[in-house]
């Protein structure tokens, strides 16, 4: 693994093309995770997680464009959190 995961990290299936997204860390750096007898392959590109000040309610872009969203929560723009 080049870098290391962190809050939007994608791993991708080698076989059956199958993504998931890190939506919280733990405390240790073990985070191994394994799909079709396959260990999953770390891309090198993290989803982007926007945050509301007020609830703290998170939301992750899994696909298309995150900059053109207008997200919002509490009657508040939600903030990029993981830039």
Do not use: Q, W
């Amino acid at each position: 693994m080049k870098g290391r995961p962190k809050i939007g990290s994608v791993y991708r299936c080698p076989i059956c093309g199958a993504e998931l997204s890190v939506i919280r860390m733990g405390k240790t750096l073990g985070l191994r995770p394994h799909c079709c007898n396959e260990p999953m392959e770390f891309m090198e590109i993290t989803n982007p997680t926007f945050r509301c000040g007020l609830c703290g309610s998170e939301i992750m872009c899994v696909s298309g464009e995150s900059g053109k969203l207008d997200l919002s929560c509490c009657n508040e723009s939600m903030k990029l959190s993981n830039a």
